[in-house]
C-alpha cells in the first residue's frame, strides 16, 4: 500500500519502522527542527531522525494545511494517509485525501481520552488498563470512526514514560493490522459513543504541585502520570523539591498532618496524606542530582514537613 506517513514525536517511531518493512513509504512530514535543552539548540524531531536512517524521503513544512503541502501530498496521490503523534490539527482538504482515508493512531480506547494527553490522564486517573486505537480523522477532536482497538494492563507502578513506550510498540503492530484489515475489507468502521467520551487536555507544569490534603493514592498516580512531563513538585520551606517517585504503604497516617514526614527511624522517607503515609523513593532538590528518598531523610537536621 502507498503511503503517507505523519509523524513528529517518539512515539510514532515504532510504527513508521514497522510501516517501512511492508508498506511503500512515498512520503514522510514531521514538524521542523525546534530549539530544545537548556541551550534552546535546534533539535531534529525523532521521526526525521528515523526517516534519514532508512533513507526515506521526508518534508518538514510549517503548516501542514498550506497550499504548498496540500500540493506535495496531491503529487505523491497516497493511497492512506497515516498520522502518529504529528503535533498539528489536519483540515479536511487533507484527511480526506487519499482514497482509503487518514488514519490516527491514538493511545486510548476511544472514545476514552481524548485529546493531547492520553497517557498521563489514564494513569492520573487510576485506570488499571488503556491501550491504541485506530480511528479515520474528521473534523472533530479524535471523533472520528473507529478502525481496531487493542487493550494493555497498566501497571500499578508505571509511570507515564514506561507506558508511552509500550504504548509505542503496540501502535506499531495495530497500524499494521488496521491495513492489512482494509486491505482485505474485513474492518468496517465503527462510530463513537460520544456518552462514553472523556478528555485529556494538554498538561501544564503547574499541574505538578503536589497537595498532600489528596489520598495517598491519588498522589502516587499523579507522580506516575506526570513522570517524566511535566514531574511533580513540592516545597521545603521556600526550597523547590522534585518527586520523581513514590510508593503506596497502605499505612494509616494517625496523627501524621498531610505533608509531614513521620516515622523516621525507619530510614524511609514516609509523608503523611489524607489517609495513608506515602513512600517517595526518588526525590531532587532544586539545582541538585537525584537522590533515594533514604538519602535525602539522611541529610535532613531535623523532622519537618513538605508544604
Given at each position: 500500500m502507498r503511503v503517507v506517513f505523519?509523524?513528529?514525536?517518539?512515539?510514532?517511531?515504532?510504527?513508521?519502522?514497522?510501516?517501512?518493512?511492508?508498506?511503500?513509504?512515498?512520503?514522510?512530514?514531521?514538524?521542523?527542527?525546534?530549539?530544545?535543552?537548556?541551550?534552546?539548540?535546534?533539535?531534529p524531531p525523532a521521526v526525521k531522525v528515523e526517516a534519514e536512517h532508512l533513507g526515506l524521503r521526508f518534508a518538514q513544512p510549517e503548516w501542514?494545511?498550506?497550499?504548498?503541502?496540500?500540493?506535495l501530498l496531491e503529487e505523491v496521490a497516497p493511497e492512506v494517509i497515516v498520522v502518529a503523534a504529528y503535533g498539528q490539527i489536519l483540515r479536511e482538504a487533507v484527511f480526506s485525501l487519499p482514497p482509503l482515508?487518514?488514519?490516527?493512531?491514538h493511545a486510548s480506547l476511544l472514545p476514552r481520552?481524548?485529546?493531547?494527553?492520553?497517557?498521563?490522564?489514564?494513569?492520573?486517573?487510576?485506570?488499571?488498563?488503556?491501550?491504541?486505537?485506530?480511528?479515520?480523522?474528521?473534523?472533530?477532536?479524535?471523533?472520528?470512526?473507529?478502525?481496531?482497538?487493542k487493550a494493555l494492563q497498566?501497571?500499578?507502578?508505571?509511570?507515564?514514560?514506561?507506558?508511552?513506550?509500550?504504548?509505542?510498540?503496540?501502535?506499531?503492530?495495530?497500524?499494521?493490522?488496521?491495513?492489512?484489515?482494509?486491505?482485505?475489507?474485513?474492518?468496517?468502521?465503527?462510530a463513537q459513543n460520544d456518552k462514553e467520551a472523556s478528555v485529556a487536555p494538554m498538561l501544564r507544569r503547574e499541574d505538578g504541585l503536589i497537595n498532600w490534603q489528596k489520598r495517598a493514592l491519588e498522589l502516587h498516580n499523579q507522580v506516575r502520570g506526570m513522570n517524566p512531563w511535566p514531574g511533580v513538585y513540592t516545597h521545603?520551606?521556600?526550597?523547590?523539591?522534585?518527586?520523581?517517585?513514590?510508593?503506596?504503604?497502605?499505612?494509616?497516617?494517625?496523627?501524621?498532618?498531610?505533608?509531614?514526614?513521620?516515622l523516621r527511624e525507619t530510614g524511609r522517607l514516609l509523608v503523611g496524606t489524607a489517609d495513608d503515609l506515602l513512600e517517595i523513593l526518588e526525590v531532587q532538590r532544586e539545582s541538585h542530582p537525584r537522590m533515594t528518598g533514604c538519602a535525602f531523610l539522611n541529610g535532613?537536621?531535623?523532622?519537618?514537613a513538605f508544604n
Open positions: 505523519l509523524g513528529t514525536a517518539a512515539f510514532a517511531r515504532p510504527s513508521l519502522i514497522a510501516l517501512a518493512k511492508v508498506h511503500e513509504i512515498a512520503l514522510i512530514i514531521t514538524q521542523p527542527d525546534r530549539p530544545a535543552g537548556r541551550k534552546q539548540q535546534l533539535s501542514i494545511n498550506s497550499k504548498e503541502t496540500q500540493g482515508g487518514t488514519i490516527n493512531i481520552y481524548r485529546g493531547a494527553a492520553p497517557i498521563n490522564w489514564a494513569i492520573i486517573r487510576g485506570e488499571v488498563e488503556t491501550g491504541i486505537t485506530t480511528f479515520l480523522i474528521e473534523e472533530g477532536l479524535d471523533t472520528g470512526l473507529i478502525l481496531l482497538k497498566i501497571g500499578r507502578d508505571e509511570t507515564a514514560g514506561e507506558l508511552h513506550d509500550r504504548l509505542a510498540a503496540l501502535g506499531a503492530e495495530v497500524i499494521l493490522d488496521t491495513l492489512a484489515g482494509l486491505e482485505a475489507k474485513t474492518l468496517g468502521p465503527v521545603l520551606g521556600e526550597a523547590r523539591v522534585k518527586v520523581h517517585r513514590t510508593a503506596l504503604t497502605e499505612i494509616a497516617c494517625g496523627e501524621v498532618r498531610p505533608g509531614q514526614i513521620a535532613l537536621r531535623r523532622v519537618t
